[in-house]
């Protein structure tokens, strides 16, 4: 999803997608996590969130909520918070889950709420996006969703990869603009 959504990021002159993730949390309070990632994309800082223009947040469901590392490393941006470099900035959210009624909204909203404590402009998909009517998988006006399956193994459908590049052209030319003026 991410990589779809980056596509749309893309898709607007002079906007480029940058990719992280948050380090997983051990249930070891002694344990440590190298701050490189063995594999995939380089982990989220808080010089990234002040250097973004715009942010768009994803996480799996759990139990209809945002997965713990997420929430932990949001837990930790109390000094963004207070310096407000997030304020004014478009954000979006985007989800997966393994059920189609396994809580893709509600975890949406879940994300949603620390962004607006950070006094970022959510955006959503409007009905405009006519994938919204049609899809038989994820896609909400709250944001991008898949629906996985149970065995995890589902791929996006035409209509999710379409939703997923909707919101990073939504991000990406809002970003723009607010930057422009």
């Given amino acids: 999803m991410a990589e779809q959504i980056a596509r749309g990021v893309e898709s607007v002159t002079g906007c480029e997608a940058v990719f992280r993730t948050v380090p997983p949390v051990s249930t070891v309070c002694e344990a440590t996590q190298d701050t490189i990632p063995h594999e995939g994309h ?3 800082s808080h010089e990234d969130l002040k250097q973004c223009a715009g942010l768009v947040l994803g996480s799996p469901t759990r139990f ?14 109390s000094d963004s918070w207070l ?20 809580g893709q909204e509600s975890t949406l909203l879940s994300m949603m709420l620390p962004l607006f404590h950070h006094g970022m402009l959510l955006m959503g998909l409007p009905y405009s996006e006519p994938e919204l009517m049609t899809t038989k998988g ?3 006006p709250y944001g991008a ?12 459908d035409d209509d999710e990869i379409k939703l997923c ?17």
């Fill in 42 to 44: 380089l982990y989220v």
């Fill in 64 to 77: 209809g909520n945002m997965a713990a590392p997420l929430k932990y490393f949001i837990d930790s941006t």
């Fill in 83 to 102: 310096s407000g470099v997030l304020s004014g900035k478009p954000a979006a959210v985007f989800t997966s889950t393994g059920s189609l009624h396994g």
């Fill in 138 to 140: 994820g896609g909400t």
């Fill in 145 to 156: 969703s898949h629906l996985a399956e149970p065995d995890n193994k589902r791929n996006l």
């Fill in 165 to 181: 590049k909707a919101i990073g052209r939504r991000i990406a030319n809002t970003a723009k603009k607010l930057h422009e003026s």
